[in-house]
């Protein structure tokens, strides 16, 4: 990888760092604050993020990627999904319209278990990231296009499908993690709310098309793995 190539790679690292600590002020600050009740608001912001969500599912699509091939380097792809994915992440809580209303406030032992379930969650993230490999997820150490997507299980070399820590406890760990974080505020505006209804509703409908692509590209190897760890993301319910 020339210096240019390598350059753009780190420094798509750093934008999707930034835009995930952009996001945890906004959902940690901006949205603490409640605001009137405004139902257009809320389908100004499904309509931002269903931009990002789209970008983030169709450019993981191996046709998609083939061409995009043509133009861009195999090596190269991942980091370009990255930044985009990044820039898009950061300009989805940039618009956000505030949404407004209160829906719960829980204090005493209450609130101990609200922090419980976002500090699991974060613990369940950084788990998953540790298992897929951080660099990868962040487009700096380029992989083969038989690889996994950036949320599941595989090896760094493609040669295999590679399981290990909390993939042996639901397919999608790193999304049960995103789930208990974005849901377990003691605190719970209607902006946090809705922006945690958003995303879980498009992870519920993104991940049976990962796991097409998945079984396309690891086949029977990937069935098998399904038959052992029967839920995809919360255990015994889905």
């Keep these: 990888m020339i210096k240019f190539e390598r350059l753009f790679a780190w420094l798509g690292g750093a934008v999707f760092v930034a ?17 009137a009740p405004d139902g257009e608001a809320l389908v100004f912001d499904t ?3 269903s931009m990002f969500a789209v970008h983030h599912s169709v450019f993981a699509r ?17 980091s370009v999904y990255v ?16 949404v407004g209303g209160s829906v719960y406030r829980h204090g005493g032992w209450l609130s101990l278990v609200h922090a419980f379930a976002q500090l699991l969650g974060v613990s369940l993230i950084a788990r998953s990231v540790k298992t897929i490999d951080a660099l990868e997820l962040a487009g700096i ?15 760094a070399n493609g040669a295999g499908l590679h399981v290990a ?12 993690g995103w789930i208990l974080v ?7 505006t209607g902006d946090r709310l809705a922006f945690a209804a958003i995303t879980t509703a498009y992870l519920a409908i993104a991940i049976p098309w990962e796991e097409r692509a998945l079984g396309a590209v690891f086949g029977d190897e990937y069935l098998r793995y399904q038959r052992r ?4 993301v919360i255990p015994f319910i889905y």
Excluded: E, N
């Excluded at 906004?26 to 409640?34: A, D, G, K, N, Q």
């Excluded at 909390?166 to 790193?174: F, G, I, K, Q």
């Excluded at 760890?229 to 995809?232: A, F, G, K, P």
């Design 19 to 35: 835009s995930l600590g952009y996001c945890a002020y906004v959902f940690i600050i901006r949205w603490s604050i409640p605001h």
């Design 47 to 49: 309509l931002v993020f």
């Design 62 to 78: 191996p046709r998609v990627k083939d061409r995009l091939s043509r133009l861009v380097p195999d090596r190269m792809l991942r």
């Design 83 to 98: 930044w985009t994915a990044s820039l898009l992440f950061i300009a989805v809580c940039a618009s956000w319209q505030p």
């Design 141 to 155: 150490r380029q992989v083969s296009l038989k690889s996994t997507t950036s949320t599941t299980p595989g090896p």
């Design 165 to 176: 820590g909390p993939y042996r406890l639901v397919r999608h760990p790193l999304y049960l």
């Design 182 to 188: 974005v849901f377990g505020p003691a605190l719970m």
């Design 229 to 232: 760890v029967r839920w995809r």
